[in-house]
Structure formats: C-alpha cells, structure tokens
C-alpha cells in the first residue's frame, strides 16, 4: 500500500453533517485536550500547562524506539464524538498528513489515556484519532525542521482545526510550548521497513479491512467490565457527547468531559440503550435549551453536541 500524505489546512475545516450518530467505540478514553494560549500571556485552555516542577533533563528525556506492539482492538473500532464520525486504522498503516499540532500537560498528568495505560506529561507519546494504539510516529516542526518520535497511545485531540496532541515533553522539544501550537507533519513509523517517500495526491486514508460507519449502530461484542455507573434514561431531551461500545471507555469519557466542562457535570449521566454507552447531559426542559447548551460545548470544544428526544 502506497503511502498517504493528507494536508489539513490549520484553518477550521466544515464538516459534513453528522448524520452518522451512535457508532460503536471501544477507543476514545479522552476528551478533548488542547492547552493552548487563553489569549492572554500565562493563559491555558483550562488552566491546564506546564507542571511546577518539571524535570530538570526535560531536554534530553529520550525518544521511544519504535517497535511491533499489539494494537488495542477496542481502540480500533469506528467510534463518534460530538457528532464526528471516526474510523481509526485496525493495522499499522503508511500514513502522512500535516495540521496543526496542540499539547496537554498537567490536567491529564496521571490519567488514564483510551488505551488504558497512565499519561505522563513528561514522556514522548501523543494523541491521535485514527492511529492504531499504541503506534509511533515522527512528528515534524514545519517551521523550523525539528522533529521528534513519539509513541501514540490515546484518542484524540476532537477539536475540528487539531491533527494531533502532543505531551508537554514532546510539544518542548518541537519549540511549541510557548504558542500552545504549531504547523506539523505526522508521519506513520513501520518498525522494520524504511518510510516509502511520500505521494503528493491529497487523498484521505482508506484503512484496510475496516468497516465504513453506518447510519444506524449495532449491537458489539462485549467489552470489559467497568465501574462505569450506567442509568436508565428516563425521557426528556438531552445532548449527546459521545457513543461507545466498551463500558469502560465511556466512564473515562465521561470523567475527562466532567473535567472540561465542569458548568455540566452534574447532569452527565452514562446510558445504555441499543448495544451502546452514550454519555448523555440532561434532561433539558425544552429543546431552545439543550440548543443553546449544544452551542456553548461547541465554542468551549469546537464541536456541537448532537441534541436528542427521548
């Protein structure tokens, strides 16, 4: 398979409309992560950012090797957030692509990622929607040339304009700590084949052997247990933040959206209904309501929550 170079313009990109609702995910473990300047000096989305005492060898922490790891097979099912539809790679695949680059730091600092391992800030890994997990990847400065390997092991970033998100000590050695982001290439590393030069066509990956979303979502293989608490939904209009297949991936969702957007926490709730954990906030008294809560997760997020009669 020839190797696939996307360009994805650092400007907001308009997304089809998300038609494609409750498809089943087993990855996704975080939120949305993007620490980037609050547009004041010192500013943090979230008040996330550099830890007080990061290592004093932060500049000489060294890159992971890469190697042939299993891939997580509940992080490789199509999974929505906020309305978007994705289809990660269920193999390691030749992959290139350039967008924007975004860190996370310390509010995530010893969580766990959608893989299930524990996110530390101060070692190479990243986040991304598609690439299997764990995978690697070189991450490139457009900019000013530098790069660096890092290790993929969660889901994310679900900003519309974001291809990746870095760890604090990655953003570091790429120069993008001060602006909260940068222009990046992100290309897929193979362990034992040499990277095939780039084709220039502008086409978007066609992962082998994985299904197309569908409109409607069925049922999945079970999934590992979880302390997830799962409600019965009662009826009433609520907005929907994310569709999951394995319990134990929406109990994380739902912890890192309570994180993010704390004004809602208190009326997210996990529910089962049609072979799916959908992390639900609600119920709302009238739909003008859940819309205009709809449109504040979508300028806190970039996405729009999708709003939903039950």
């Known amino acids: 398979m020839g190797n696939i170079y996307l360009v994805l313009s650092p400007a907001p990109r308009v997304l089809a409309a998300a038609t494609l609702v409750a498809i089943a995910l087993a990855?996704?473990?975080?939120?949305?992560?993007?620490?980037a300047s609050a547009g004041k000096p010192g500013g943090y989305y979230l008040d996330d950012g550099p830890g007080a005492n990061p290592p004093v060898n932060l500049g000489s922490i060294p890159e992971p090797t890469p190697?042939?790891?299993?891939i997580n097979k509940?992080?490789?099912?199509?999974?929505?957030?906020?309305?978007?539809?994705?289809?990660?790679?269920?193999?390691?695949?030749?992959?290139?692509?350039?967008?924007v680059a975004s860190w996370y730091?310390?509010?995530y600092h010893g969580q766990k990622t959608s893989s299930g391992e524990i996110y530390d800030m101060y070692a190479m890994s990243a986040a991304h929607t598609l690439l299997p997990l764990p995978s690697y990847a070189r991450v490139t400065n457009v900019?000013?040339?530098?790069s660096v390997i890092?290790?993929?092991n969660d889901r994310g970033p679900f900003h519309e304009d974001r291809l990746i998100d870095l760890s604090y000590a990655a953003a570091q050695r790429l120069g993008l700590l001060g602006r909260g982001s940068g222009l990046v290439d992100v290309e897929a590393i193979i362990p034992g084949e040499d990277a095939p030069a780039p084709v220039t066509a502008n086409a978007?990956?066609?992962p082998a052997s994985v299904p197309a979303p569908v409109a409607v979502a069925a049922p999945v293989a079970a999934a590992p247990a979880t302390t997830a608490a799962v409600s019965a939904e009662p009826g009433g209009i609520f907005?929907?933040?994310?569709?999951?297949?394995?319990?134990?991936?929406?109990?994380?969702?739902?912890?890192?959206?309570r994180m993010d957007l704390g004004w809602l926490a208190d009326s997210m709730n996990v529910y089962k209904k049609g072979g799916l954990y959908r992390v639900h906030a609600g119920p709302y008294p009238s739909r003008e309501e859940a819309n205009r809560a709809a449109q504040r997760v979508q300028k806190e997020l970039g996405f729009k929550a999708l709003v939903l009669d039950r």
């Open 67 to 70: 190697q042939i790891e299993p």
């Open 239 to 257: 907005i929907q933040l994310g569709a999951f297949s394995a319990p134990g991936n929406a109990d994380a969702f739902l912890h890192k959206m």
């Open 143 to 146: 900019t000013t040339g530098k």
């Open 150 to 152: 890092v290790r993929v």
């Open 204 to 206: 978007a990956p066609e």
């Open 74 to 99: 509940f992080t490789s099912r199509p999974y929505a957030v906020l309305g978007h539809a994705y289809t990660p790679y269920t193999r390691l695949t030749p992959y290139k692509a350039r967008g």
């Open 105 to 107: 730091g310390k509010r």
């Open 27 to 35: 990855g996704c473990g975080s939120a949305p992560t993007r620490p």
